[in-house]
C-alpha cells in the first residue's frame, strides 16, 4: 500500500478545566500554527466544553446512563486523530485530574499514535506534568515526542490580544510541529502497510 499524503487529524486536548484558566490563550495560539500548515489538520477537543464522567462502571459492566452520550462527544473524535497535542498546566507537580480521566476513558484510541505536548505554568512551565504524562502515554502504546512547548511564566509571554510575544516558543512550537508530522504520517503509513499490535 502507498504511502497517503492526506493530512494528519491532529486532535489537540485541552486538559484543564479550571475557571478563569489561560489553556484558551494558550490553545489559540497552537492552533494558529496548526492552521499555516497544510499537512496538520486541527481538532479542538476542551474538556471544559466536553466534560466526561468521573465515575467509572466496574469491571465487565456497563456504565451508568448518560455516560456513553457524554463519551460520544469526545471519543469518536479521538479515535479518528492520527496524532495528538496535550494541552497543559501544570498541578501539584502533575497534570489536571481532568485530562488523567479524559485518558483514562480511552485505550485503543491512543495506540500507536504520536503525542506532542504544550504545557504551561509558572517557573517549571508544566515540564513536570509532561514527565509524569510521558509514562501514562507510554502505558497506552503511545509515542511521545521529545522536543516540546514549555511556556514559563506564562502569562508574560503573550500581549493583552492573546499574541504570543516571545520568539522562542514560536521556534519551539514549529519544532514540536516538524516532529509530530513527521512521527505521524511514518506511524500512519507503518499501520497501514502491518497493521498495530499492542
Known amino acids: 500500500m502507498l504511502a497517503t499524503t492526506e493530512p494528519l487529524r491532529v486532535a489537540v486536548l485541552v486538559g484543564s478545566t479550571r475557571e478563569g484558566r489561560f489553556a484558551p490563550v494558550v490553545t489559540k495560539w497552537l492552533a494558529g500554527h496548526l492552521d499555516q500548515r497544510d499537512d496538520l489538520r486541527a ?3 476542551d474538556l471544559a466544553e466536553t466534560p466526561l ?4 462502571p466496574a469491571f465487565g459492566q456497563q ?7 457524554r463519551l460520544a462527544l469526545v471519543s469518536p473524535r479521538l479515535a479518528a486523530a492520527d496524532a495528538f497535542v496535550l494541552v497543559t498546566p501544570e498541578y501539584n507537580h502533575s497534570f ?18 504520536p503525542v506532542g505536548f504544550v504545557s504551561y505554568g509558572g517557573l517549571s512551565g508544566g515540564l ?7 509514562v501514562v502515554m507510554a502505558e497506552l ?5 521529545r522536543n516540546t512547548v514549555s511556556l514559563h511564566d506564562a502569562w508574560s509571554r503573550f ?10 516558543a514560536e521556534t519551539a512550537a514549529k ?3 516538524d516532529q509530530l508530522a513527521w512521527w505521524g504520517h511514518a506511524l500512519r503509513d507503518a499501520k497501514s502497510v502491518r497493521g498495530y499490535v499492542a
Open 175 to 177: 519544532a514540536l510541529l
Open 128 to 134: 513536570r506534568a509532561v514527565e509524569q504524562l510521558r
Open 96 to 113: 489536571p485530574a481532568s485530562l488523567k480521566n479524559a485518558i483514562d476513558w480511552h485505550n485503543e484510541e491512543w495506540h500507536g499514535k
Open 63 to 69: 456504565p451508568p446512563p448518560g455516560t456513553e452520550e
Open 141 to 145: 502504546n503511545a509515542m511521545t515526542i
Open 159 to 168: 500581549d493583552q490580544d492573546g499574541v504570543c510575544t516571545d520568539p522562542a
Open 53 to 56: 464522567p468521573t465515575v467509572f
Open 43 to 45: 481538532d479542538v477537543v
